[in-house]
C-alpha cells in the first residue's frame, strides 16, 4: 500500500527502535551466552568474557556508573585502588570477614588490561567516593596510560554507553535462568570474569576453568634507576590531583608482589609521607607469573591486613 | 566519525538536521553557512589539525577559480591553470607520494632519504581531484558562478567530502542557486533516509561480515605463507564482495544523506559485477573516478583522437596513475597497469573482431568476473611477494612457502554465495531509487537508456522491488537501519578512506 511521504517516515520512526531494540536485545543475549554463567554468585556481573563478541565490560560499567558502581562508591570506607595484580590478591575469600568484623564496608577498584591512575580517576570525577582509608597498588599506577578498553567509553560516549547499557540488561535473564538450572545449554561459555557488585571483587576461581597452573613468583625484574627517576618525576605531578579526586582521609601505598618489584612504590611512600605495606612472604607462586594463586593471594593479603589493622585503626576507619 | 558511527546518526545527524531546516527559513545563505560549519566540524573531528589544509585551500581553490573565470584566453590564463594545478598535486604528493618517492629514490641511489612518518589527511584524494576539476571548468568557462558560500559549500558538503562521489561544480551548483535549492522535503528525507539505512547495511552487514574471511587469507599470505586454495579463494571472494559493498555502500549513504538536505549527487556504481568486458566495468564501477579520469586525463592526453597506437598509450597511462592514485604503492601500480592492459586487450578485441564476436552473456560476466577478481587481490595484497602466494594458491600452484592453516567452513562459503548471488540477480540502487540520483552521469543515464526508461527495463522482480513509499519498505528500510545499527556490530572504518 502506498503512503504519503509523511506517514512513511512515521512508519519508519517507529519501526526503527522496535527493530533495533529487538535485533539488539538478541545479539547481546546471544553474545552472554557465550560466557561461562555458571558460577556467578547472585550479586556479580561479567566483568570479562574471553568471547569477543562479549569482551571487557567493567571499565564502561565503572565509567557510566552501572551495576551499582556509584553506591559501592559512595558507600565505601575503604577503596582499593590498582590493577589485576590487586585484583587477584584481594579477591580471596580472607578479605571480606577482615572487613565485616570491623563492620567497615569496603571495595576493590582494580582493573584489567594493566589500568593505571587516569581511567580510576575519571571514574572518581564522575561517581566520588570518600573513602576513610584508600589502598593503592603502585605498579606503577601514576602513570599517563590508558588502556583501550577504558578509551572506547571515552571516544564514544553514545557507542560506549549503549554497548554497556545493553551488556548490563541481557546478562541478568541469563543469570536467573542459571542459577535456576545451571545445566542450562546457554549458561556455558568460554571462560568469564564475575565481579561482586557490593564488593568490587573478582571471582578468580571461576574465571580459570579446570586446576589452577602453579607458577614460581618470578624475581624482581633489574629497573634501570633513570627509568625510575623518570616515572618518578611525572608520578609525582599525577599523584597530587589523583589524591585530591580521592577525597580519602589516609592513604596507603603498596606493591603486590610481582616482578615489577617495590622500588618504585617505596620511593613515593617515602616522598608523600604516606604509610608503605608490602608484606614480604617466603614461597609466593602464581597462576600465570603475573598473578598470585589462591593460596599465595590468601597468605599475602592475610599478612597485609594484620600489617592495616593499626592503620586502619589510627585513621579512623575502624 | 564514521556514517556507521552511533555519534553520527543519533547526534552529528539530526543536530545538523534541525539546524539546517531552521536555518533555511531564514534564507538559503544562513543553511548553506549552517551546513559548512557542520561539514568543517564533521572533517576536524577525526584531526583537528586537518582544517588547516581544508581551510586554506578553499580559499586558494577559490581565488584561482575566479581569476581563471575573469582571464581572457591566452597563455596568462594556462599559466594560472597549470599553477592551479600544480599546487592541487603538490599537496597531494607531498601527504601521499613523498614517503613513497623518498623510499624508492633512496633504494636506486643508496641516500638516506627518509621523510618520517607523515600522516595522509583524510580524503585528500578526492578533495584535489575535486579542486582540479573545479580549475578546469573554471577556465573552460563552466565555472562561472561567483558565490563563494556555494563553493564552500560545495567543496566541503560532508556527504562527499572524505570519500567522494566526486562532484564537478555544474552538478552542485546549479542545484545550490537561489530559488531552485530544493526544499527538505518529507518526500527527499523518505528516500534519502532509505537510501541512507540500505548503504548502511550494505557496509555494515554484508561488507564487514565477509571482511574476516578476507582478512584470514590475505593475512597469511602477508605473513608469508601459501593459502591453500579453498582458503584463497574464499579470501579474494570475500573481498571483492566486500570491497563492493563497502564502497557502494558508502556511495549509497553519501547520496542519501545528500538529499536530505536537497541535494542529489550522482551515482557511482551500477552492478559492476554484472558487467560482460572489463571496459564495461569501467563505466559502473566508481563511475565518478572514471569520469574523472576519462575527461582530465585521457582525453586531455589526447584520447582517441591520435590513432590507435596514442589511444592504447593514453589508456594504459591514464589507468597506471588511476592505480597509484588508489595508494602510494607498487602493487596499486601494478594493479593500474592490469586493468589499463585489460581495456587496451578489450578495445583492441573489439577493433578487429568488428564487435561481432562475442561470448554469450552469463560466459563474459563470469570470464569479466574472474579478471576483475585477480586483480583485486593485486589492490589488497599488501605486498608483491603475498600477491604472488594468493595468485599462486588460486591457481592451485605449490610454492615453496610453508602452508597456511585458514580453511574457510560452510557458514563461511554460505555467505559469500549469498553474496554473490545478491550481485547478479539483484537490482542496484539507482535502479531502485532513481530519484534519489544526480543523473547527469551520462554512463548510468546510458545504462538506463538501455534498459528502457519505463520502469527501468527491470525484470518482475525489480519491478516489485523498486522503491515506493509503501509499508513493506518503511519495514525493509527500518530493519536495515536495525541491523547496520546494531551495537554488537564493530565499526570498522570505510576501506576507501585510506585512499
Known amino acids: 500500500m502506498r503512503l504519503s511521504a509523511p506517514r512513511y517516515l512515521m512508519l519508519l520512526a517507529m519501526l526503527f527502535p522496535l527493530f533495533w531494540l529487538a535485533a539488539s536485545a538478541a545479539s547481546y543475549f546471544l553474545a552472554v551466552t557465550k560466557c561461562d554463567g555458571r558460577q556467578g554468585a547472585a550479586d556479580a556481573y561479567i566483568a570479562y568474557c574471553q568471547d569477543r563478541a562479549y569482551g571487557d565490560f567493567e571499565h564502561a560499567a565503572f565509567f557510566f556508573g552501572l551495576e551499582r558502581v556509584p553506591a559501592a562508591l559512595a558507600e565505601t570506607k575503604v577503596l582499593f585502588l590498582g590493577n589485576s595484580k590487586l585484583q587477584y590478591a584481594f579477591s580471596r575469600d580472607n578479605v571480606a570477614p577482615f572487613f565485616a568484623e570491623r563492620g567497615v564496608p569496603f571495595f576493590v577498584m582494580g582493573f584489567g588490561h594493566g589500568e593505571q591512575s587516569r581511567f580510576p580517576q575519571l571514574v572518581l570525577e564522575r561517581h566520588p567516593a570518600q573513602p576513610v582509608l584508600a589502598v593503592i597498588n603502585v605498579d606503577p599506577f601514576f602513570t599517563d596510560g590508558i588502556t583501550q578498553p577504558a578509551a572506547f567509553p571515552l571516544q564514544h560516549p553514545v557507542a560506549g554507553r549503549i554497548d554497556a547499557t545493553f551488556k548490563s540488561l541481557m546478562q541478568r535473564p541469563r543469570a536467573w535462568l542459571c542459577r535456576r538450572d545451571p545445566t542450562l545449554g546457554l549458561c556455558a561459555g568460554e571462560p568469564a570474569l564475575m565481579r561482586s557488585r557490593a564488593t568490587g571483587q573478582w571471582h578468580v576461581s571461576a574465571f580459570r576453568q579446570g586446576a589452577e597452573p602453579t607458577l614460581p613468583l618470578p624475581p624482581p625484574a633489574t629497573v634501570d634507576d633513570d627509568e625510575i627517576d623518570r616515572w618518578f618525576t611525572r608520578a609525582l605531578e599525577i599523584a597530587p590531583a589523583f589524591l585530591e579526586t580521592l577525597h580519602a582521609r589516609c592513604v596507603v601505598l603498596t606493591a603486590v608482589p ?61 | 566519525m564514521l556514517f556507521t558511527a552511533f555519534e553520527f546518526v543519533f547526534l552529528f545527524l539530526p543536530a545538523t538536521f534541525l539546524g539546517f531546516m531552521l536555518l533555511r527559513r531564514v534564507g538559503d545563505i544562513a543553511g548553506a553557512l549552517w551546513l559548512i560549519a557542520a561539514s568543517l566540524f564533521f572533517y576536524a573531528f577525526w584531526n583537528a589539525a586537518y582544517l588547516w589544509l581544508l581551510v586554506p585551500s578553499i580559499l586558494v581553490n577559490y581565488a584561482l577559480g575566479r581569476a581563471l573565470a575573469r582571464q581572457t584566453a591566452g597563455t596568462a590564463k594556462k599559466l594560472l591553470l597549470a599553477a592551479g594545478v600544480a599546487t592541487n598535486l603538490g599537496v597531494l604528493a607531498w601527504f601521499k607520494y613523498a614517503g613513497f618517492l623518498a623510499a624508492n629514490l633512496g633504494l636506486l641511489t643508496g641516500w638516506d632519504l627518509a621523510l618520517g612518518t607523515i600522516v595522509l589527511p583524510l580524503g585528500i584524494s578526492f578533495i584535489t581531484f575535486q579542486k582540479i576539476a573545479y580549475l578546469v571548468d573554471a577556465y573552460r568557462g563552466h565555472a562561472r558562478d561567483p558565490s563563494f558560500v556555494r563553493f564552500a559549500l560545495f567543496v566541503s558538503f560532508f556527504p562527499q567530502l572524505v570519500a567522494g562521489p566526486i562532484v564537478h561544480h555544474a552538478e552542485i551548483m546549479p542545484q545550490l542557486q537561489p530559488g531552485r535549492w530544493k526544499r527538505a522535503t518529507a518526500t527527499a528525507a523518505a528516500t534519502g533516509l532509505s537510501l541512507f539505512a540500505i548503504g548502511m547495511f550494505k557496509k555494515v552487514v554484508l561488507a564487514d561480515g565477509v571482511a574476516p574471511i578476507a582478512n584470514l587469507a ?32 558508502y556511495s549509497d549513504m553519501a547520496c542519501g544523506l545528500a538529499l536530505l538536505f536537497g541535494i542529489r ?40 583522437r591520435r590513432g590507435a597506437a596514442r589511444r592504447y598509450a593514453n589508456l594504459l597511462i591514464t589507468m597506471t596513475l588511476g592505480g597509484l592514485w588508489h595508494g602510494a604503492g607498487w602493487t596499486f601500480v601494478l594493479w593500474g597497469v592490469f586493468h589499463g592492459s585489460l581495456l587496451l586487450l578489450n578495445h583492441a578485441w573489439r577493433g578487429w573482431t568488428g564487435g561481432r564476436w562475442r561470448l554469450p552473456a552469463p560466459l563474459s560476466i563470469a570470464l569479466t568476473f574472474l579478471v576483475v577478481l585477480f586483480g583485486w587481490v593485486l589492490f589488497r595484497a599488501e605486498s608483491f611477494a603475498a600477491a604472488l602466494l ?16 585458514y580453511a574457510p567452513a560452510a557458514p563461511e562459503w554460505l555467505r559469500i554465495a549469498t553474496l554473490l548471488a545478491a550481485v547478479w540477480a539483484l537490482p542496484n540502487t539507482v535502479q531502485l531509487m532513481r530519484r534519489a540520483f544526480l543523473l547527469s552521469n551520462d554512463t548510468i543515464r546510458r545504462h538506463l537508456a538501455e534498459e528502457g526508461v519505463r520502469p527501468s527495463g527491470l525484470d518482475r522482480i525489480g519491478r516489485r522491488l523498486t522503491w515506493r513509499p509503501t509499508i513493506a519498505w518503511a519495514a525493509l528500510a527500518a530493519l536495515c537501519f536495525g541491523l547496520g545499527l546494531m551495537p554488537t556490530r564493530p565499526r570498522i572504518e570505510f576501506l576507501y578512506f585510506q585512499f
Open chain 1, 258 to 318: 610481582s616482578a615489577a618489584g617495590d622500588r618504585a612504590a617505596r620511593r613515593l611512600a617515602n616522598h608523600l609521607g604516606v604509610p608503605f605495606i608490602a608484606p614480604e612472604i617466603d614461597g609466593l607462586a602464581t597462576i600465570d607469573g603475573v598473578h598470585l594463586d589462591a593460596r599465595s593471594g590468601i597468605a599475602w593479603s592475610d599478612a597485609f591486613l594484620r600489617a592495616l589493622d593499626p592503620v586502619g585503626r589510627e585513621c579512623g576507619a575502624w
Open chain 2, 390 to 405: 594468493m595468485i599462486e594458491a588460486l591457481l592451485g600452484l605449490d610454492g615453496s612457502a610453508a602452508g597456511g592453516t
Open chain 2, 218 to 249: 590475505f593475512g597469511e599470505a602477508a605473513q608469508g605463507l601459501a593459502p591453500a586454495p579453498a582458503a584463497a579463494w574464499a579470501g579474494a571472494l570475500a573481498y571483492t564482495l566486500q570491497l563492493y559493498f563497502d564502497f557502494s555502500g
Open chain 2, 265 to 304: 549527487l550522482p551515482g557511482n556504481f551500477y552492478s559492476p559485477y554484472k558487467a560482460a568486458s572489463i571496459i564495461d566495468f569501467w563505466r559502473r564501477w566508481h563511475i565518478t573516478l572514471s569520469r574523472f579520469l576519462r575527461d582530465y586525463l585521457y582525453i586531455p592526453l589526447g584520447g582517441n
